[in-house]
């Protein structure tokens, strides 16, 4: 078990679920910047990780776990480094995992993506959901979503994927792969968030599974040496008819009208085709 | 063996001495020759290091982080700019206890733009709770770094090494490579490795924390006999925390820190020649602060400073905290230099008692 019982996560948070793809790792010791998963993770004393775990600056995670694991490399240790980072990690370190992906620094990267910065109290972040309200966006995002696992793939790293905590066996299994795998892998993990999003916490892994079923999170992978970029089958089943129901079923986009659905709907599809033509290539 | 060397490549010569496992670095002038010359000494074979090539200062001190955190031994150089930006990471490494050497080409900071040389920089790791050393010369450029890993690996605290931009980092002198053997790094209190179970600086409230900055600042202060008996032990002694210069029969002493100590020992020498007793106290180390040696003077006392902090210069501040009774001058700014000329004018004033309390000084040749 990596994440013990009695750690201080809320009901239903989909980081708890998230941190069993751990398990399927050699050797993982993971660092965590600021955020729920620090709060998860234990506050000294006590720690309800089973593994080793280097609590990090905000920023910093992908530069010091490559550090870390540059370091156990020069005294002969094997290791599986393991960045653990939110959205809004992604969004204050952003130059610094380019840089790193750009080096192919021999770390993984899971982001658990719960759509806004929620351990300061659901703010805004690069991938906060189209139109979503937040308390720094209380009318609604305004601006675009980000795309960061496909801004990595373009820096043709070995590995990237995206997961779902609604998809464990899909998740585990790109775990696995990545483990395999050495230099820079990078996978995005989509986490439905109840007390940020604003639905009942017993249906974290049901709103996981609208997201995907609508197509409002795609499931893809990357190889990065083959050069070969693949939609995953679940998401190739998915139908973006179920989406007006998955936004609807949230307190954050309560608020849309018709003519946003419709927008949305737009960007979706025009995220979908960019991906089966990255699919052809 | 000795070498014609500037300042930076005395610096990496002794890097090179050390065998630091990992190093990483982004450039900014007036440091960027120091990791220049050791990513050619990588590339070449002549040191085992990993070299690594990232996108800012702030990426680099946290490579060094995550690889001294794994118990390799590190070093990065930076300077002004670049030191703000690595600032968060300074604090992180002090207080994870773990040991480097950050060699820092002292420049000034910016508003407005300013490459060349002051001492404003370095001052902001004041209360990071780093060594914070200052060398006159490239020999003691090239001594302070070797001794800066051994000192910095027996008390658990990072080194910044500070040396003057342009005044030491691009002048060349003849350097005596000394054959000086750092021993190897001592082994982590805790093992990161990844089947040890830790969780290595977690929330920590209250009195976990306050207790953990206590032991920091015992260690800091502790680290001033080890910063002495280094120094005894090394072949050249330069007096420790300080060194002294004429100061046996001083009735006027002046304090100051870095390159131009050197210019302003020829005044002294020029003033002396006078008849007039004066010397210097050359503060070596700002962290620890060397409380004691100060106190123990005896005379009046002029403090020269490139860095500011209120209306003072910041080592007048520091200074403060153990003499009341001092006159400081603030100059030098932004590559102003002071010639021996100049020092004879400020220390003459000095002597004849117009320099007021805190004076801003603008006259240089």
């Known amino acids: 078990m990596i994440l013990l019982k009695g750690n201080a996560s809320c009901q239903g948070c989909p980081h708890s679920i998230a941190f069993k793809v751990l398990e399927y790792l050699e050797n993982p010791i993971v660092l965590m910047p600021a955020g729920c998963s620090t709060v998860i993770a234990g506050l000294h004393p006590n720690s309800s990780l089973t593994i080793p775990c280097v609590h990090v600056p905000f920023p910093s995670t992908p530069a010091v776990s490559y550090g870390l694991s540059a370091g156990l490399k020069r005294r002969g240790i094997k290791a599986n480094v393991v960045a653990w980072m939110g959205d809004g990690s992604v969004d204050i370190s952003y130059s610094l995992l380019s840089g790193s992906a750009l080096r192919n620094d021999d770390i993984i990267v899971i982001v658990v993506d719960n759509e806004a910065y929620m351990n300061t109290g659901v703010q805004s972040s690069g991938t906060t959901f189209w139109k979503a309200r937040t308390t720094t966006s209380p009318k609604g995002k305004k601006e675009e979503r980000r795309n960061v696992a496909l801004q990595m793939a373009l820096h043709k790293v070995p590995y990237v994927a995206t997961a779902s905590v609604g998809y464990m066996r899909d998740f585990i299994k790109k775990v696995k792969k990545a483990g395999e795998i050495e230099g820079f892998r990078y996978i995005h993990v989509h986490c439905p968030c109840p007390p940020g999003w604003g639905f009942e916490s017993s249906k974290t892994i049901e709103m996981a599974r609208m997201a995907v079923q609508s197509k409002a999170w795609i499931l893809w992978e990357y190889d990065g040496y083959k050069g070969k970029f693949k939609i995953s089958k679940i998401s190739k089943r998915a139908k973006i008819n179920a989406l007006k129901e998955y936004l609807l079923s949230q307190a954050r986009l309560k608020h849309l009208s018709d003519e946003d659905i419709e927008e949305i709907e737009r960007k979706i599809e025009e995220e979908w085709k960019l991906l089966e033509h990255l699919e052809k290539l | ?365």
């Open chain 2, 1 to 365: 063996m000795k070498k014609l060397l500037t300042g930076n490549h005395a610096v990496a010569e002794a890097v090179k001495i050390a065998k630091p496992g990992i190093i990483a670095a982004y450039p900014i002038t007036p440091q960027t020759s120091i990791v220049e010359k050791l990513a050619e000494m990588v590339e070449n074979g002549e040191l085992d290091a990993e070299f690594v090539r990232v996108e800012s200062e702030y990426t680099a001190l946290s490579v060094i982080l995550g690889a001294i955190t794994a118990g390799a031994r590190g070093f990065t150089a930076t300077s002004s700019q670049g030191l703000l930006y690595m600032y968060e990471i300074c604090w992180w490494v002090a207080g994870s206890r773990l040991p480097m050497v950050m060699a820092i080409a002292t420049r000034s900071l910016g508003a407005p733009w300013n490459i060349h040389g002051d001492h404003q920089d370095i001052m902001v790791l004041r209360d990071a709770g780093w060594i914070i050393g200052m060398v006159e010369s490239a020999q003691e450029a090239f001594d302070l770094t070797l001794q800066g890993f051994k000192i910095s690996e027996e008390v658990h605290l990072p080194f910044a090494l500070g040396l003057d931009g342009f005044q030491l980092t691009h002048t060349a002198e003849v350097v005596e490579i000394r054959d000086y053997k750092v021993p190897k790094r001592k082994p982590l209190p805790y093992v990161v490795e990844p089947i040890s179970d830790f969780a290595l600086n977690a929330v920590t409230f209250g009195i976990p924390k306050l207790i953990a900055r206590h032991e920091q600042a015992k260690d800091l202060e502790k680290a001033k006999e080890i910063i002495k008996r280094v120094d005894k032990e090394f072949p050249v002694s330069y007096g420790g925390l300080v060194e002294e210069y004429k100061l046996e029969d001083a009735e006027y002493i002046v304090v100051m820190s870095g390159g131009w100590c050197g210019d302003a020992k020829d005044a002294i020498d020029i003033l002396r020649n006078k008849g007039i007793q004066i010397g210097m106290l050359r503060l070596r180390f700002i962290r620890p602060f060397p409380t004691k040696e100060i106190g123990r003077l005896d005379g009046k006392i002029l403090v020269v400073d490139r860095s500011n902090s209120d209306y003072r210069g910041v080592l007048g501040l520091e200074v403060s905290t153990v003499r009341h009774d001092i006159k400081n001058v603030v100059t030098g700014f932004g590559g102003m230099e002071l010639d021996t000329e100049d020092f004879v004018k400020i220390f003459t004033k000095f002597v004849n008692n117009e320099i007021k309390d805190v004076e801003w000084w603008y006259d240089s040749a």
